[in-house]
């Protein structure tokens, strides 16, 4: 809790006002993570709309990409009117997760080539989901605003449910539910970004 009031002193890019309480810092930190962590996924989708081998895997990613945008336009629409200006950079250590807990840790470009594809989207998919729906378990828990708590819910509830189907079809198609997240190796990325790394999000 003391991270998250020490947050309140760092710049969003925008107004300061509200920042005093715990529960604002939340929310503020949640979006400024989850909206990166969303173009992640998005541009994750984009390669598999291109270069997935089953058609569950094309659906998967075009539900992602839909649902993901929409979303960026929610948080967004919520920052400007909770804080003013634009989110500033993710820092989930501030909602109590390192990188890799919220899923921010993986690198996209390897997708161009990986093979199988379907396998390799699954693998770096389940563990990316697997933070977001960390990060909004915190907001849910120590947030204040009850539309970042309403999607936080949508985000619970819409990718634990994926996970569930891509850990099914990875046992289904590849004969494991192993992945990644699971002890099979990281591909090499920059947590906070730089090239490759996700495509240039998280």
Do not use: N
């Amino acid at each position: 809790m003391a991270a998250l009031l020490a947050a309140c002193g760092g710049s969003s890019g925008g107004g300061e006002r509200g920042l005093a309480a715990p529960g604002r810092a939340t929310d503020r930190e949640f979006i400024a993570a989850m909206i990166p962590h969303h173009q992640g996924a998005i541009a994750m989708a984009r390669v598999a709309t291109r270069r997935a081998e089953h058609p569950e895997i094309r659906r998967l990613a075009q539900s992602i990409i839909s649902a993901q945008e929409r979303e960026i336009r929610e948080l967004r629409l919520v920052h400007r009117d909770l804080f003013g200006g634009e989110p500033g950079s993710a820092r989930p250590q501030l909602l109590g997760l390192s990188m890799s807990e919220a899923g921010m840790a993986h690198d996209t470009a390897m997708l161009e080539t990986a093979r199988p594809f379907d396998r390799a989207f699954i693998d770096m998919m389940i563990p990316h989901h697997e933070g977001a729906v960390r990060m909004a378990k915190v907001v849910l828990k120590r947030g204040s605003d009850p539309r970042l708590k309403r999607l936080a819910r949508d985000i619970v509830r819409t990718q634990t449910a994926e996970i569930r189907s891509m850990k099914r079809w990875r046992q289904q198609w590849y004969g494991s539910s192993a992945t990644m997240h699971e002890g099979a190796p990281q591909p090499k990325s920059s947590p906070m970004g730089g090239a490759g790394a996700h495509g240039g999000a998280h």
